[in-house]
């Protein structure tokens, strides 16, 4: 497959350079809320990127080596030199004390993790609005020794007394802690202070209105002639690409969906319902329900069924795809996260890519040429871009649904005899939960099917059943997450229902443990 070039992208905004930061998509999705364009590099790309973007300002990341040793990551000095504001936060403000004279040592004493009070000497520029004593999130081993000429220090906190820094005739500003995480109290004024006030950064990031450029894009490189093969989940991903492609090359779109057997009650019908009945868009739906479960018999081992899984659904979509033999292109829904050229994606300390949960990915041998309109977007971007080309909000805002499906919410061997109560029980928590309106505080909602026998007393008699669990969650990103409990009359009304209404469980449970250790998924 022909990748898109690497330095795609608006021009303007904020440069990221990632050293490895676990959280640098959450600096990246900071400036990006505040309208400002942003884009993440690697440090060997840094200098590379910054002349192809021309951005307005440069933020270096945090990262989990030391600046002294002999293969740390590092960039071209040439950066400093751009005249461009430069924020360093933590190992890039290290980095940056290293380049400007100064000197960066093991901590020691001064060496901090976790909260600490942050003392304000001079609340201007970076620390406009920001609380004298607030708290910050300090996680570093190094220190800086020494500052080089022309910076001065603009607050401390008690064992690092260079904890925010600037050199103000250059716009070189650092922080030895992470405004980024929730945990620093004025962390996003801080960012803010930098990206609007310090570098003037221009505030025209909105994916609300990237609707006509997209489509521009996408009629550019599919050309007057071309064809797109799309495979289409009903997740919100792939069903935001698939409308944008479509309102750019119509009826050249041919989508596919491919019914595993594993789908949600209602699932395949709002698909059809959507895509051919209301937007008319040349839509297959391929029953493929007995060939997954018929090759999912016997197995029970949980790895080996998400890679059955994933196998059939590359065969399906292949032949599908060969039968349209003009298509040239594969649109898919990847986001930036998926693409993001970071140091945790070349396996460094964080790792943002979890292969496995990319079942829709297709082979490279495919020999196609990719069509990823989403390809710059954070989910939350692509949920505003959804909203403007006009898809319900039963769509865009709907919850995460693994690509293995039910299979990884019934546990051991998944037969049509499990799977049909586990879908009636989800489609309880899911009428329960939405008709509340409780799901807009959720990140996912959930049945999960555990074949454990329990005794029970339906009628007269004793009956031995399976267990049901009710998994309800909170999270920003799926990285980690919370359990969440509903109201206890939700849950009364939830588990009345699931016992009455459906046929093989006699007793229901509430998982409460947070991820991690727990995943979300039960497999
Ligand atoms: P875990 O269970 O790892 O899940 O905490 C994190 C998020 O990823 C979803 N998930 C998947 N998504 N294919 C997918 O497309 C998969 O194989 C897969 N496994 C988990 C899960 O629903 C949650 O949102």
């Known amino acids: ?48 990127t910054f002349q192809h973007m021309r951005p307005q300002a440069v933020i270096l990341s945090g990262g989990p080596r030391s600046v002294y040793e002999h293969d740390a990551p590092t960039l071209d000095p040439l950066i400093l030199q751009q005249g461009v504001p430069v924020l360093g936060i933590c190992y890039g403000l290290q980095w940056m004390a290293q380049h400007t004279g100064g000197q960066v040592t093991p901590a020691q004493s001064g060496a901090e993790y976790g909260r600490t009070e942050l003392d304000v000497l001079d609340a201007k520029d970076l620390l406009v609005g920001v609380r004298k004593n607030g708290t910050v999130w300090m996680s570093h081993g190094d220190k800086v020794a020494k500052l080089g000429p022309g910076f001065a220090v603009l607050a401390k906190s008690e ?22 995480v929730a945990h620093t109290e004025d962390g996003g004024a801080m960012l803010k202070n930098f990206v609007l006030g310090i570098s003037q950064c221009n505030t025209n990031w909105n994916p609300g209105n990237l609707v006509d450029a997209k489509i521009a894009a996408v009629k550019k490189l599919v050309g007057s002639d071309g064809e797109v093969v799309m495979g ?27 019914d595993n057997g594993l789908l949600r009650a209602g699932e395949r019908e709002g698909v059809e319902q959507l895509f051919l009945d209301d937007y008319h868009m040349d ?43 003009n298509a040239r292109f594969l649109g898919q829904g990847t986001l930036y ?44 971007e692509v949920r505003a871009l959804g909203r403007q080309l006009g898809l319900p909000s039963s769509l865009v805002d ?40 409780l799901h807009k505080g959720l990140w996912q909602y959930f049945a999960v099917y555990v074949p454990q026998k329990t005794v ?44 009455n209404e459906v046929k093989g469980f006699s007793r229901v449970c509430l998982d409460i443990s947070s991820k991690p250790p727990a995943t979300i998924e039960w497999e």
């Not at 396996?347 to 990319?358: E, L, Q, Y």
């Not at 009710?470 to 016992?499: F, Y």
């Open 398 to 437: 709907r919850q995460p649904f693994p690509g293995p499906g039910l299979a990884v919410r019934c546990l051991g061997e998944v037969t049509r005899e499990k799977l049909e109560p586990l879908r009636l029980a989800d489609r309880i928590v899911r009428e329960e939960v939405e008709s509340r309106g």
């Open 283 to 325: 839509l297959k739906v391929v029953d493929a329900s007995e060939r997954f479960l018929g090759e999912l018999k016997g197995v029970s081992d949980p790895e080996q069924k998400r890679k059955i899984i994933g196998r059939i659904f590359v065969e399906v979509f292949r032949s599908e795809a060969k039968s349209l033999g």
């Open 456 to 499: 029970g007393v339906k009628g007269d008699a004793r009956v031995y059943e399976d267990v049901c669990v009710l998994r309800m969650v909170s999270s920003q990103d799926a990285m980690t997450a919370d359990w969440e409990l509903l109201p206890v009359a939700v849950l009364k009304r939830i588990s009345n229902r699931i016992l």
């Open 1 to 48: 497959m022909s990748p898109q070039p690497a330095e795609e992208g608006p021009s303007g905004g904020v440069l990221i350079v990632d050293f490895g930061a676990q959280y640098c998509q959450l600096i990246a999705r900071r400036v990006r809320e505040l309208g400002v364009y942003s884009r993440i590099t690697v440090p060997e790309r840094a200098m590379f």
């Open 337 to 380: 996260p998926d693409v993001i050229e970071s140091v945790a994606a070349h396996g460094g300390a964080t790792s943002v890519i979890k292969s496995h949960h990319n079942v829709g990915g297709l082979p490279k041998d495919l020999d196609m040429t990719l069509v990823e309109p989403l390809r710059d977007l954070f989910k939350d």
């Open 232 to 258: 289409l989940s009903g997740g919100v991903d792939s069903s935001v690409a698939a409308v944008l492609v479509h309102r750019a090359i119509g009826k050249r779109l041919h989508c596919v969906f491919v």
């Open 159 to 180: 064992p690092c007394p260079f904890a925010v820094v600037a050199d103000r005739a250059r716009k070189f500003f650092g922080l030895q802690f992470h405004p980024e």
